[in-house]
C-alpha cells in the first residue's frame, strides 16, 4: 500500500550503503561543458561546484564524465583516464563536497550520439540516417564496457569524490541499449527487454564490486525515450525491478533523448515535474531510494513530490543555474529566480544560455541575467570549435 511520508525536503536520507545525504535536494547531472578541452578540470568548473556545494545542496552530479575519450558527448567533457590531472580532479572532489554535500561523478559513454568531430559513433547497431550515422558494436566492444566503467568509477574512489552515477538514460550508450528504435541485435544483448538491459545490470554489478561499500553507485534511467517505439514505460518498469538487489544506492528517474529531431524533455511546454507517476509505479517494485528529475521549478513541486512519498529526492539541474544557492533559497522561504523567457528560441538556444550562465556562476559574475540568446549560441559554438582541437591534439592516439 502506498502512503504519504513525514519527510520533507529538508530531512535527511540515509542511502542503502549507510551513506547519509542532509536534505532531499540534488543538482541533477548535466553537460556543464566546462573541462579544458584536454579532458581536465578548470579553476571555473571547481569553483561552480564548490558554489552549488555552500548553497546548501545535498548532492551534486558531474554530467558526462568520460573513462574513454573516444566517445565524448562534446569537447568539453572531463575524461578520468590514466593521463588525467590526478591533482585538479582530487581539488574538484574537495571543494565540489564542501559543507557536508556529496559529489558524484556521471560515467558517461556518448555510444552512438558521441560527438562527431572527434569521434567514431558506435552504438548498439547500426544507424545510417542522412544527417545520423553510427557503427554497431563488436561482442568484445561490449563486453569491455562494464570494466571500463568499473575501472573509472575505481579511480574517481580514489580521488575523493563520493559515488558515480551510472546513466541509461538520454539516448546515450546504456540507454540506447534499452531502445528496442536503437538496438535491434538478436545476440544476448537484443531483442526483449531482459536481454537489452543485461549490458546495464552488468554494468551496475562490475562497478560496484570495483568500489568500496560506502561509495554511492546510483543509476539514471529513462522512465521512456518519448519516442515512437522507443523504450516504453512498461518495459522501463522491467527494468527497474530487474536492478532491485544489485546494489543501487539511488534511483534518478528521467526520460527523453538526445537524438536528432527528439523532442527535449526539458524544453516542454508541460507545467510541473514530468516523472512522479512512473515513481509512484516503481515504488512498488523495488526497495531502491527514488529520485526524479524534470520539470521541477518551484519549491511547492518538489516539496509535494518528497511528502506524497512518491520519491526519496528531488533532481534540478537549471534552477540550480539560476539561483547556485537554491536550496537556502527555498529554506528561507525566499522565492527562487524566475526561468528565462525569450522571445525567439533557435535550436540549441537554451543550452548554450544555460551553459554560458554555468561558466558565469564559475568565475562569479552571476550578475550577468541579461545575455541575449543569439550570442550565447555563438559564444558557445565557438568555444567547442577551439576545444576540439584541443582534443585532437590531446587524444589523438587513443
Known amino acids: 500500500m502506498h502512503t504519504a511520508s513525514n519527510n520533507t525536503l529538508f530531512t535527511p536520507l540515509t542511502l542503502p550503503n549507510g551513506r547519509v ?7 541533477s547531472a548535466m553537460s ?7 579532458g581536465d578540470p578548470t579553476a571555473t568548473q571547481i569553483r561552480l561546484y564548490e558554489r552549488w556545494a555552500e548553497g546548501g545542496l545535498a548532492a551534486s552530479i558531474i554530467g558526462e564524465v568520460q573513462g574513454d575519450p573516444r566517445y565524448p558527448e562534446k569537447p568539453g567533457n572531463l575524461v578520468l583516464d590514466d593521463g588525467a590531472d590526478f591533482a585538479a580532479f582530487r581539488d574538484l572532489a574537495r571543494r565540489g563536497s564542501v559543507d557536508g554535500a556529496h559529489l558524484w561523478l556521471q560515467l558517461g559513454h556518448a555510444g552512438a550520439l558521441s560527438h562527431l568531430p572527434i569521434s567514431r559513433p558506435m552504438g548498439p547497431s547500426a544507424i545510417n540516417f542522412p544527417d545520423f550515422r553510427s557503427e554497431s558494436m563488436s561482442l568484445a566492444e561490449i563486453n569491455a564496457i562494464p570494466e571500463g566503467l568499473a575501472n573509472t568509477a575505481r579511480r574517481a574512489a580514489e580521488l575523493g569524490f563520493g559515488g558515480v552515477q551510472i546513466h541509461a538514460a538520454h539516448g546515450f550508450l546504456l540507454s540506447q541499449f534499452l531502445s528496442p528504435l536503437f538496438n535491434s541485435r538478436t545476440d544476448a544483448y537484443g531483442g526483449p527487454i531482459q536481454a537489452r538491459m543485461r549490458l546495464l545490470v552488468e554494468t551496475v554489478e562490475a562497478v560496484r564490486e570495483a568500489v568500496p561499500t560506502d561509495f554511492v553507485v546510483a543509476v539514471k534511467l529513462n522512465a521512456t525515450d518519448q519516442l515512437e517505439g522507443g523504450l516504453t514505460e512498461e518495459e522501463a518498469l522491467e527494468v527497474v525491478a530487474g536492478l532491485e538487489g544489485k546494489g543501487v544506492d539511488l534511483l534518478d ?16 511546454s508541460t507545467e510541473g515535474p514530468y516523472f512522479i507517476g512512473f515513481a509512484r509505479a516503481a515504488r512498488q517494485l523495488t526497495s531502491i531510494p527514488l529520485m526524479a528529475t524534470g520539470g521541477f521549478k518551484r519549491k511547492e513541486e518538489a516539496e509535494a513530490a518528497v511528502r506524497s512519498g512518491d520519491v526519496d529526492a528531488v533532481g534540478l539541474a537549471r534552477a540550480f543555474v539560476l539561483d547556485p544557492s537554491l536550496p537556502i533559497t527555498w529554506q528561507a522561504g525566499l522565492v527562487a529566480p ?11 538556444g537554451m543550452t548554450a544560455w544555460f551553459t554560458m550562465r554555468m561558466t558565469d556562476l ?15 549560441i555563438t559564444e558557445y559554438e565557438k568555444r567547442d570549435e577551439l576545444r576540439v582541437e584541443l582534443w585532437k591534439n590531446r587524444f589523438a592516439a587513443s
Not at 564559475?362 to 550565447?376: F, K, L, P, Q, T
Request: proline letters at 7%.
Open 21 to 27: 545525504l542532509k536534505n532531499r535536494i540534488i543538482k
Open 32 to 38: 556543464d561543458s566546462l573541462a579544458n578541452g584536454q
Open 338 to 348: 524566475a526561468f528565462p523567457r525569450f522571445a525567439t528560441l533557435p535550436t540549441g
Open 362 to 376: 564559475g568565475e562569479d559574475r552571476e550578475d550577468r541575467m541579461d545575455r541575449d540568446i543569439n550570442s550565447a
Open 253 to 268: 528517474i528521467s526520460g527523453g533523448t538526445y537524438f536528432p529531431g527528439a523532442p527535449s524533455s526539458s524544453e516542454r
